[in-house]
């Protein structure tokens, strides 16, 4: 797919303030990069030859070969349940890579879409949207004849997407900006948050929205209380379309380079909906979620004579595993002080 850029672009009516943050150069060299997503220590992206996991504790980063596939154009990626969730524009395809696996093998889920972008998972829910018909389709991935339903239309295309709990963002590549709906809300209303032209990408964490704009090579940073007020965090971008966060560090990519910026005021944003951590199911035997939870958030598990057992980042909707731990009670405790008892089964 072939993007296109006016020979001038038009001013736009916001300010936007120059703030050129402290940024560290994950992985260079590469050759088309597209995709990220990251899941604790291991960061994945797409790129000209397939998809490659690095892990982020190295200092000089070897990249690991996760799937072989060439020209397969993959924006929309995400890591659920030790599994690798991708929407592949490239290669038309919904799918999914099990990362438990040695040479993982690819699963498709969805076909026959033109251009499929991003991908996001609730429960086992599969929402994607699809550039050219600038719609958001959802798949039932527990029912094996099930077919994509459409959740709404009326979007110019449609690159990015993520979520906090219900509330979905897209950042909308040929229309007005970033937009919002709620996935429970039958009229699917679209609410424009922020004004800009040529948003490929995004990522939210509390009140702030970081993302990617390909008309000026651009990582930019809003403030949903102030929409207006638009930072210019990185410049200089070619052909940026890759954005992943865990915790307060951001990562995105450009066309031959991965990228990070650590940014504390997402840590300091209030994470959850109320001042109890809910957590769910628990008593647990693998895995346990907290319901309440608005955005990424680094938390700790202690045993209960105190020792730190686990630690590591908390997201909407995406499940902490235990797997590692023993049958017992333990404590987990979130950034902002939050703690609940834990009992695993």
Known sequence: MKRKLPFYIAALACFFFIQLNAQTTVLSGISNTLGLAVDGDNLYFNDASGFHMIDLTQTTPSV????TQSNSNTIGMNVYDNKLYCASEGMDEVFHLDLTETSPSKNTLVSGHTNPE???KIGDIIYFCVLNSGSIYQLDTANSTATPQLVLDGLAGPTGMCNVGNKFYVADLYGSGIYSFDITDPANT???EVTDIYVTNLVVSGNYIYYLNLAYG????VDLNDPTSIITVHSGLNSPFGI???GNTVYYSDAQNIFKTTDNSLLNTSTVTANKLKLYPN???SVIY??????NTSYSIFSIDGKQVQTGVASPNTPIHLDKLNTGMYIIKTANGLTQKISKL
């Open 118 to 120: 991003a991908i996001i």
């Open 283 to 285: 008593p647990a035997s």
């Open 218 to 221: 651009d990582l930019r940073k």
């Open 244 to 246: 992943a966060i865990q």
């Open 290 to 295: 907290v319901s309440n939870l608005k955005a």
């Open 64 to 67: 690991e070969n996760i799937f």
């Open 190 to 192: 679209l609410t424009l």
